[in-house]
Each structure stands twice: as structure tokens, then as C-alpha cells.
């Protein structure tokens, strides 16, 4: 097979990890990748007007997967004060990729803030297309006031919480009991939007008894990830929670820098690290690029490549272990972004 491969370079310290991910991923396949370059983030707005013209994104939805770097300026801002870099709605919601998909997994010779040696690995679904970001660039209000409109469908609930059962079917259980169990996380006790989609998510969990449902609220979800994370293996949740709840696992397997995330769709699909372009070290060569190389090990798995997927995340994880890749306690990386992409190709051998 051959696979026609977009990749966004983005902001900040975006072009060195799409550097360090593209030399990994030429290192690692034994496939023909054609590569093509699409412009898009804060300096695309700042040269074009817009942080994705029509015909990037024409080209991202024709080809077989995408590549994304981190974007965003922090004072790179629309009139209404958000950021212009981002291309979280016109990706996601141009092209319907309705599943946001983060794995949180402690990996050999990582240190965790809590008192925990290994086992924290689970995966976080987020809706990805409706919730209170479907509000994006259509807030209402005036000097005095502003509203934010959350809003989910019947249809929208129903794909994102199969796709979270579909994925724990494939999964080993979560690692405290080895239980296949998907959890909902949602605030049903106080917003009619999440009693519908807690509703919603015991209908279709119905279909799947052999795996198992549980509802929990989502600011005891927040404690439980720090007191109890072995008890989880797959999370399903609306837009919001999912962004400040994936950045809370981060925090507890090594930070944000050792964990990708996907977009996934009926037909696109693309991924990324799910942290932002951290514009202060960039060029510094201090970006760790894990996060990227792992994103792109999922677009692997993708592109139906499995065996060169985990062979990425093998290398990754002996990177690690063997103590020639080290990191900061910020997550950045001791020795460098270059030497963390050489170090990761050599352990491919």
C-alpha cells in the first residue's frame, strides 16, 4: 500500500516536532509515504487571513491521514479575543472527526507525580464536535453579559459512546482489575444536557454486556484520576470535560509532552500532542518530542499499519527505559528535541 500523508508544521515549537516525527516515521516504515504540506495555524493567519484556506483543507480531507503540529499564538487573537491560530473547529467540525481520542499511559523511566510505579493506561474519548465548544465563534451577548450555548444530539451521543465501547472490545481491561469498562463522566445531576447524555450512554452500553458501564460526575472523575487511575480504561465524555481532564492525566504520567491525541471520523482523520506550541523555548531545542512521535505511531495504526505503529511506541518505550532519553521534571527534554529523535531512531534497529 501506498498512503498519501498531510502534515501541518503549526507554531512555536510545532516545526521541530513535526521535524522530529517525520524523521521517525521515514526511519520506521517499509511503506511508500507521499508527504504533502499544508499551511495552517497563527502564521498562516497572520499571512493569509485565515488559519486554514479552503484548498488546505480540501487537501487534508483527500489524503489518507494527517500530521499536526501544535499552533496557536498566544497573541495571535481574533476581534472577539480567541485565539486565531487554532484549527480545532475547522478541522473538527469540517470534517466531522466526532471522536477525540487520548491515550494516558505511564511509560518505562517516566517518574509519575503520584505514588504509583507504572500501570496508569487509559484512554480518554471526547466528543469532539458538539458540547459547549459547538459554541465556537457563536457566543451572544453584549458589555454586560455573554452566553455560551452546550448543546448534544441523540445522534452525537449515540457515535461517541459506540465508538468508546468499540474501543474498550478491543482493549485489555483497565489495569487494576483487567475489567473490559467504559466510563461515563458527565455533571447529570445538575445539567438537563448531561442527564441526556448519560441517558443516552446506558441505552447504547445495553448493546455491549460485556463490558462494563459506570456514570461517575465529572469533579469526582478529577479526583478519582489522581487517587484511583488503575481503575480506568476507557472514559467517554463531552467536549470540555474531556480537554481539562486528558491535561490532568498528563499531569500524572509525565505531563501533556508524553501524550498524543487522534481526530477520528467516518473517513479523516489526524493527529497531534495534545499540548499547545509553548512559543517561549521555541528554536531552543528544548521541545520534547515524544508527543509527537507517538501521534504519529497512532496515525500508523491509522492507516491500517499496526505492527509499524507499535514498533514506534516499542522504540519510544526502549528510548525510555534504557535511560537514553531523559526528561526534565517540566517534561521537557534534558539532552534536547534532536537528541530525543536520534535516540528513538536508533532503538527502531
Excluded: W
Amino acid at each position: 500500500m501506498s498512503y498519501r500523508v498531510a502534515f501541518i508544521r503549526g507554531d512555536g515549537i510545532g516545526p521541530e516536532l513535526v521535524e522530529s516525527a517525520l524523521a521517525v516515521l521515514d526511519a520506521a516504515v517499509d511503506f511508500p509515504v507521499e508527504l504533502i504540506e499544508v499551511q495552517g495555524g497563527a502564521g498562516a493567519y497572520l499571512e493569509q487571513g485565515t488559519a486554514m484556506s479552503a484548498a488546505g483543507l480540501e487537501v487534508i480531507r483527500q489524503a489518507d491521514a494527517t500530521l499536526k503540529g501544535p499552533v496557536g499564538l498566544p497573541d495571535v487573537r481574533l476581534p472577539d479575543g480567541t485565539e486565531a491560530g487554532l484549527l480545532g473547529g475547522v478541522l473538527r467540525n469540517g470534517l466531522d472527526l466526532y471522536a477525540n481520542v487520548r491515550p494516558i499511559t505511564l511509560l518505562p523511566g517516566v517518574r509519575s507525580a503520584l505514588r504509583v510505579e507504572g500501570g496508569i493506561d487509559y484512554v480518554i474519548v471526547r466528543e469532539n464536535t458538539e458540547g459547549l465548544y459547538a459554541s465556537r465563534g457563536k457566543g451572544v451577548g453584549n458589555s454586560q453579559a455573554v452566553a455560551d450555548t452546550l448543546l448534544v444530539t441523540r445522534a452525537g451521543c449515540e457515535r461517541i459512546v459506540r465508538y468508546a465501547f468499540e474501543l474498550a472490545a478491543k482493549r485489555q481491561g483497565a489495569p487494576e482489575d483487567g475489567v473490559r469498562r467504559v466510563t461515563c463522566v458527565d455533571k447529570a445531576n445538575v445539567l438537563r444536557s448531561m442527564y441526556f447524555f448519560r441517558s443516552v450512554f446506558l441505552e447504547v452500553a445495553a448493546e455491549y454486556p460485556d463490558i462494563e458501564a459506570e456514570c461517575i460526575y465529572v469533579d469526582a472523575a478529577a479526583q478519582a484520576l489522581v487517587m484511583s487511575p488503575l481503575h480506568f480504561d476507557v472514559i467517554v465524555t463531552e467536549s470540555m470535560f474531556g480537554d481539562i481532564l486528558s491535561d490532568l492525566g498528563g499531569g500524572t504520567v509525565g505531563g501533556v509532552a508524553l501524550c498524543p491525541g487522534g481526530n477520528i471520523g467516518t473517513s479523516q482523520a489526524y493527529f497531534e500532542p495534545i499540548h499547545g506550541s509553548a512559543p517561549s523555548i521555541a528554536g531552543q531545542d528544548k521541545a520534547n518530542p515524544l508527543s509527537q512521535i507517538l501521534a504519529t505511531a497512532m496515525m500508523v495504526d491509522y492507516l491500517g499499519e499496526q505492527p509499524t505503529g507499535d514498533r514506534i511506541r516499542g522504540a519510544v518505550r526502549q528510548a525510555l527505559r534504557s535511560g537514553s532519553v531523559q526528561l526534565n521534571s517540566d517534561g521537557t527534554a534534558t539532552s534536547g528535541t534532536k537528541s530525543v529523535t536520534t535516540a528513538v531512531i536508533g532503538a527502531l534497529a
